[in-house]
């Protein structure tokens, strides 16, 4: 699925940004993910949907440049069935295919709500490796979560950007990696704290048991939201 979308999709949705479906149903709630290469945004949507599969109905959309590896990973962890995973190739930087022109996201959400119907409560779109200027459109997720993880730095909190300061969530991840890369936890929670006022973070390890409880905690919590305000 390419940026080329005339030809792939020759008749747009319309539901785009509408708390409800045609039929008058509500649509599933979307969440966004994204943050730098190799902060462990596949491995966080992997471990959302183990932890939720079992009391949500969930989709993801994958988004790299040329492949579609994301994707590919999540099917071989069997995280989800395989026609709940959709693969985008943007073909372009990442952040044009969830914030500039978010057409080949939009239909694969779309195309995803289609397919699964009603019951689908949660669409993941997890963007490519990105900056720290990465963001979503409103257009096509509801919220945002921001991943960077302590080997990137810890001044990476400090430094901002729409990502880490805008972002509806903040998670910090790879926490155990700290002591080896020489990363202060207590310095990037209050440099976190400092950009980003009120606004949540979350510190994690993904590949800890258990170890995305608190973004699975704040996910749940959102969902609970949506079907709440849409009833």
Not at 148 to 157: H, L, R
Request: aromatic share 4%.
């Amino acid at each position: 699925m390419h940026l080329d979308h005339a030809e792939t999709f020759p008749q747009r949705h319309t539901h785009s940004a509408e708390s409800q479906l045609p039929d008058g149903t509500r649509r599933a709630l979307r969440i966004g993910l994204g943050g730098p290469v190799g902060s462990g945004k596949t491995a966080t949507v992997a471990a959302l949907c183990r932890a939720l599969r079992d009391e949500l109905s969930i989709a993801v959309v994958t988004n790299d440049i040329y492949t579609r590896e994301d994707a590919a990973f999540l099917l071989r962890e069997a995280v989800l069935p395989p026609e709940r995973i959709a693969a985008v190739e943007t073909g372009a930087c990442p952040h044009t295919a969830i914030r500039d022109d978010i057409s080949a996201n939009l239909e694969a959400v779309e195309s995803l709500q289609d397919t699964i119907g009603s019951g689908l409560d949660l669409v993941l779109v997890e963007s490519g490796g990105d900056n720290l200027t990465a963001t979503f459109s409103r257009g096509l997720v509801d919220h945002q979560i921001f991943i960077i993880d302590v080997a990137g730095g810890d001044d990476i909190p400090r430094k901002g950007g729409p990502g880490v300061t805008t972002a509806d969530l903040l998670v910090v991840n790879k926490t155990d990696l700290a002591p080896y890369v020489g990363s202060d936890l207590q310095s990037m929670a209050r440099d976190a704290r400092a950009q980003r006022g009120e606004l949540p973070v979350a510190f994690t390890s993904i590949k800890a048991e258990d170890g995305v409880r608190p973004v699975a905690d704040w996910v749940r919590a959102r969902v609970t939201d949506w079907a709440t305000a849409s009833a």
